[in-house]
């Protein structure tokens, strides 16, 4: 089992930015690959970023290129996403989440955090 805790949501005006935290917990942090999805009320849930297990390639959907950027800590065992330039329609809950092998769809991931909620203001 991998137990992660998101943390660093809250509310922001349009513009602004957070960095949002997931530590992780249980098994090898450094064996995952680890990604950051966001769901809004009513919606799926999208992916929004991975990263390998090494840190040294991320993935990101169009949607968010440019603006979110995905890191981690191998020795803390905690990845990040540091959100730029937030626009009302990022208003969603954010998950992160562990895999065994690179995925963009949830079905590919084992493990679930609680998720954080980030709300932008207009």
């Known amino acids: 089992q991998v137990q992660l805790v998101e943390s660093g949501g809250g509310l922001v005006q349009a513009g602004g930015s957070l960095r949002l935290s997931c530590a992780a917990s249980?098994?090898?942090?450094?064996?995952?690959?680890m990604g950051w999805f966001r769901q809004a009320p009513g919606k799926e849930r999208d992916f929004v970023a991975a990263i390998s297990r090494s840190g040294e390639t991320t993935y990101y959907p169009d949607s968010v290129e440019g603006r979110f950027t995905i890191s981690r800590d191998n020795v803390k065992n905690t990845v990040y996403l540091q959100v730029n330039n937030l626009k009302p329609e990022d208003t969603a809950v954010y998950y992160c989440?562990?895999?065994?092998?690179?995925?963009?769809?949830?079905?590919?991931?084992?493990?679930w955090g609680q998720g954080t909620q980030v709300t932008v203001s207009s």
């Open positions: 249980g098994r090898t942090f450094s064996n995952y690959y």
């Open positions: 989440a562990a895999a065994r092998w690179y995925a963009r769809a949830t079905d590919g991931y084992d493990f």
